[in-house]
């Protein structure tokens, strides 16, 4: 295994859109594919992260990694079991959103009060290639889109209406974590 480094904001890569991963590639054990996903799953985990898009590694592939065990960075969410998936799509979202503040390993300085949909079903296949369908909501759902929105060639700041509500992360922790929504 090995840790990556971790392409900022401004790599033209955060910008592309993903390819496909061929999901033939999942049944050989040799593929190059399974070691790109265990080297992100432990940079994810160096770097602190609760999600990580391969494109974050400058692979411009459509591979997401999340994982999130409750801490102080997140508090009052609920935990996400290590969860891998290739070639995810979002089919259906929710009408009803809720605002809630990101922030991104691409953009690490930086937390954002993002609208989202409360809840998303998900399509994607499993390291065993097996078609898989997610029902989330609350945390996991804004996790989910935050990471696909990474495979499309966005970053949260994209999904901002108003960003007068895009701090550094240590003036979020003085003027902003008060807030009701931090909690939400
Ligand atoms: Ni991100």
Known sequence: MARLKVARLGNPILREKAQ??????????????????????????????????????????????????????????ESIPLTVLFNPVITRYSAETAPGWESCLSLSDFRGRVTRSTSVTVEA???????????????????????????????????????????YQEEFETYWMGEKEVEA
């Not at 996903?37 to 591979?63: F, K, R």
């Not at 945390?139 to 960003?163: K, P």
């Open 20 to 77: 496909p991963v061929d999901l033939e590639a999942l049944k050989d054990p040799e593929s190059g594919i399974h070691r790109l996903v265990e080297d992100m799953v432990e940079t994810m985990h160096h770097e602190g992260g609760v999600g990580l898009a391969a494109p974050q590694v400058a692979w411009s592939v459509q591979v997401v990694v999340l994982e999130y065990t409750e801490n102080e960075r997140y508090p009052g969410h």
């Open 125 to 167: 296949w499993d390291q065993e290639g097996r078609k898989r369908v997610i029902d989330a909501e609350g945390f996991l759902a804004v996790v989910l889109q935050h990471e696909i929105d990474h495979l499309n060639g966005m970053v949260f700041i994209d999904r901002m209406d108003d960003l007068t509500q895009l701090a």
